[in-house]
């Protein structure tokens, strides 16, 4: 079973650009989630997308967002991008949340951005 | 506030030596517990999971985890560590309900030496 799967792997971007990151969840998964990791500052929580609805954001600005499409695969935009930016965006899927048993959150490998 | 700690940034153990990793978590509600590993410049591996039940563990590459209420901890272990070990490994809380949000600690570097 094929398991999450983001692309690009690698981006790079110039400061001001926008930059566009996607995220495919494993086959029956409808949540997905991003999360930022940046140098120093650990896995942080962007945003949960559930049956194509936004459930719920971080604490991060609206330069932030995203959608979540029909076939349940994600789509992550970062606007006016910023040199602090530059972290790895790692996507996860769940089964529908409907308790703590359908909650285990499954990784994909991630899409370092890197802002110049 | 919903938080994890693990107290160990970085850990250094002989391959073959046996492996624990620490974590207390703190959580207004049941917690449901998570354990991943991160090898260099790829995402997270699922280890094992503590939702309810018994309290030890089993994962996958021979790691367990014991959960312990009294002292807020989950911490991981292994008997015989390998070299294959080598990684960062995250201490994860949550999701709460109706926020999806796992909560990490800030991971633990392991490093086997031959």
């Known amino acids: 079973e094929a398991g999450v799967t983001q692309s690009p792997t690698h981006l790079i971007k110039t400061r001001g650009q926008q930059a566009t990151l996607r995220c495919s969840p494993i086959?029956?998964?409808?949540?997905v989630y991003w999360y930022q990791q940046a140098l120093g500052l650990g896995l942080q929580f962007l945003l949960w997308?559930?049956?194509?609805?936004?459930?719920n954001r971080g604490n991060f600005p609206p330069r932030f967002s995203g959608r979540q499409f029909p076939n349940y695969s994600s789509e992550l935009n970062v606007n006016a991008l910023e040199l602090e930016d530059s972290a790895l965006y790692l996507c996860?899927?769940?089964?529908?949340?409907?308790?703590?048993?359908?909650?285990?959150?499954?990784f994909g490998p991630g899409t370092r951005l890197t802002v110049l | 506030a919903q938080s994890v700690t693990q107290p160990d940034i970085h850990i250094t153990v002989s391959e073959g030596a046996s492996l624990e990793l620490r974590c207390n978590y703190s959580?207004?509600?049941?917690?449901?517990l998570f354990w991943y590993v991160q090898s260099p410049g790829q995402g997270l591996q699922l280890l094992l999971k503590?939702?309810?039940?018994?309290?030890l563990v089993q994962g996958i590459k021979g790691f367990e985890a014991e959960f312990k209420r009294s002292q807020s901890s989950f911490n991981l272990r292994k008997p015989s560590v390998h070299w294959s070990d080598a990684a960062e490994y995250f201490c994860?809380?949550?999701?709460?309900?109706?926020?999806?949000?796992?909560?990490f600690g800030q991971g633990t570097t392991l490093q086997v030496k031959p």
């Open positions: 996860a899927s769940s089964l529908e949340y409907v308790g703590p048993t359908t909650d285990t959150q499954y």
């Open positions: 086959s029956g998964h409808t949540s």
């Open positions: 997308y559930d049956e194509g609805e936004e459930r």
């Open positions: 959580y207004g509600a049941t917690p449901y």
């Open positions: 503590y939702f309810s039940g018994d309290t």
């Open positions: 994860a809380v949550g999701p709460s309900s109706n926020t999806g949000k796992l909560i």
